[in-house]
């Protein structure tokens, strides 16, 4: 509310951050981020002296998959294509990040002037503040001939701002209903990792700087494990 940061203690921040899990524990978890970040800055600019929100946790995340299984993935490409014109524009985004494993904004803003050869080279983005460096879309063929065919009568590539209907629907018609639009990402990490592509390139390709934070889109697969453990097993023996 209009109540000031130096004034709030810490059970003011707990009540606040029960009645939000009370509705969604990952909204709530997102929220007590967010304040934790807050106060850190205030005491880093010398303004507080303390952060009574550090002793709070979050909600245990709940497990579920992020990733499709060879069904799943079937039955999102039937839907996807199912849709037709009426949304041509969306269902060529959500493909795109399908294909690339790019953040929504990252693509959904991307320019025809940010395409150069099979790379999409964003100079403003998400993270530029943390890494110093444009944001390089890789485009695979499949990704390429999908921007080929997009018309450029507008600066953006893919010129769609909003995709929830389109994704909407696609989760109906696929029984997808447990997926955000943001899990396209994980898939892509997942399926990359579980083909023999390291976290290091995968982290190369979706833009993260740090093998932790790519950690926690690497879901390996039982039948990739066996694999591994017997060529290590193969080379050790």
């Avoid at 100079?123 to 080929?148: C, F, Q, W």
């Amino acid at each position: 509310g209009n109540r000031k940061m130096i004034d709030l203690e810490t059970i003011d921040i707990y009540q606040e951050f029960m009645k939000i899990s009370s509705r969604s524990e990952s909204v709530a978890n997102k929220c007590l981020q967010h304040i934790k970040s807050c106060y850190s800055l205030a005491m880093d600019l010398g303004l507080l002296k303390y952060n009574p929100a550090s002793s709070i946790k979050k909600n245990a995340s709940q497990d579920r998959i992020r990733y499709f299984t060879p069904e799943q993935t079937i039955r999102f490409k039937k839907a996807l294509f199912s849709l037709g014109e009426d949304h041509k524009f969306a269902t060529a985004l959500i493909y795109g990040l399908y294909l690339t494993g790019a953040r929504l904004g990252e693509l959904r803003d991307a320019k025809w002037t940010d395409l150069k050869g099979n790379q999409i080279i964003r100079s403003e983005h998400k993270t530029k503040k943390a890494t110093g460096k444009d944001r390089i879309i890789y485009l695979s063929p499949e990704a390429m001939d999908l921007v080929n065919r997009m018309p450029r009568e507008n600066e953006y590539i893919f010129n769609c701002k909003y995709v929830k209907t389109a994704w909407n629907k696609i989760r109906k018609l696929a029984d997808l209903q447990e997926f955000h639009l943001h899990d396209l990402r994980h898939n892509f990490c997942t399926q990359a990792v579980n083909n023999g592509i390291d976290l290091i390139r995968v982290g190369k390709l979706v833009g993260h700087k740090s093998v932790e934070t790519m950690e926690k889109y690497a879901h390996i697969i039982d039948q990739t494990s066996e694999q591994d453990i017997k060529q290590i097993g193969n080379l050790l023996s």
